[in-house]
């Protein structure tokens, strides 16, 4: 499965629950997929998902759900200690690794060969880390939504990109429209 | 009353609960008596953009934040200023130790020095310079501003105003 595969397959689990998705194409195809007030969409800045969704995590009490990237996540390593050391146990970590930096024309990252961000995320001092394979995605979400613990999903997947079109809502509105559904 | 505790005093006046910190020598005063107060939720980060990521979340999730940082992280963090606090409309005081100014005593840093101010300027970010002590009565007002205009607004505090660096 490729990432939008599996963001179609967890749509509707996402639906109802605060998620910040990563910068480029996981956000264009989760505003294609089910565009929803309650998701805060990436414009730019690479690589903050998971901080951003650890700091609206730790100020409020709903439960938060990262849409993260390997390529992201290796450029923001810093964010595994910091996740660690301030447990939320409302947030969920979902890197979908590809092993590659797919909205750059899927160039190969390390996570292809010889690293492993479960282990790095284990070595960072998070407790709660699962590897998973692609098809089993919506169960161990749901797991780690009902489980109501921190957790680290990294999600193993294929290659590759559908076609959507680029986000051109204002990111005034954007911002409006999630801080109201958080607020809600 | 000191400064470090009338900066806390201030934050917690104006409601900044969710503070990031990246440590310097001139800070470690400020940090370590934000860390003391229960008012405040203090949470160290590895790098200042990481730090901003954080605060962005915090204000979405209905807190107040602020990041303390060296100047050196302007470097740093100009692109998550300009795509993610900018772009998206969001408050963030930055209260920034201004090294390699006047009473600086390791050359290298006054090469960030020099380009500090051109690089906030170029951003668009209102900026106030801490020189002397009595400038802390400004640092209320500038709060205010910050949550007034939902901007990012630097304030550079330098060796001076924390009276001296170390033993200099």
């Known amino acids: 499965m490729i990432r939008s595969e599996i963001l179609k397959e967890i749509a509707p689990i996402l639906r109802d629950q605060l998620v910040v998705c990563n910068i480029g194409i996981p956000s264009q195809e989760l505003h294609a997929i089910d565009d929803q007030p309650t998701n805060f969409y990436m414009l ?33 390593l810093g964010t ?11 947030y969920i970590l979902m890197i979908i ?28 001092g998070c ?24 957790t680290v999903m990294v999600v193993k997947c294929d290659s590759g990109n559908a076609k959507m079109p680029v986000i051109t809502m204002d990111p005034v509105v954007i911002r409006d429209r999630f801080m109201q559904a958080v607020a809600s | 009353m000191s400064i470090d505790r009338r900066i806390a005093d201030d934050l917690v006046a104006n409601g900044v609960s969710f503070v990031t910190t990246v440590p310097c020598k001139q800070l470690a005063g400020v940090i370590e008596e934000i860390d003391q107060r229960d008012d405040i939720f203090h949470i160290p980060s590895n790098k200042e953009d990481e730090g901003m990521g954080l605060c962005a979340g915090a204000w979405m999730g209905g807190k107040r934040p602020a990041i303390i940082m060296q100047n050196t992280a302007i470097g740093v963090t100009i692109n998550t200023l300009a795509t993610l606090i900018q772009y998206y409309r969001m408050p963030l ?32 970010i209102p900026t106030y310079h801490f ?38």
Request: aromatic share 6%.
């Open chain 1, 97 to 124: 690794d590809n092993g590659s930096y797919g909205s750059t024309g899927d160039q190969p990252t390390y996570t292809g060969r010889k690293t492993s961000l479960a282990g790095m995320a284990r070595a960072a």
């Open chain 2, 93 to 124: 005081p930055m209260l920034i130790s201004y090294r390699g100014e006047l009473r600086e005593p390791v050359a290298c840093q006054v090469e960030m020095a020099v380009h500090t101010k051109a690089l906030l300027a170029q951003l668009n």
């Open chain 1, 127 to 150: 407790e709660n880390v699962v590897e998973v394979q692609d098809v089993d995605t919506g169960k161990a979400l749901q797991a780690a939504i009902d489980g109501g613990k921190m």
């Open chain 1, 80 to 90: 595994l200690p910091t996740i660690a050391n301030n447990e939320a146990n409302n």
């Open chain 1, 44 to 76: 730019g800045t690479m690589g903050l998902a998971s901080s951003i969704g650890l700091g609206l995590a730790l100020a409020q009490p709903k439960p938060v759900i990262v849409i993260d990237g390997d390529g992201s996540v290796l450029t923001n």
């Open chain 2, 131 to 168: 020189h002397w002590q009595k400038d802390v009565e400004e640092f209320d007002n500038i709060l205010k501003y910050t949550f007034m205009c939902n901007k990012p607004v630097a304030i550079l505090t330098d060796a001076n105003f924390w009276g001296g660096y170390g033993d200099q």
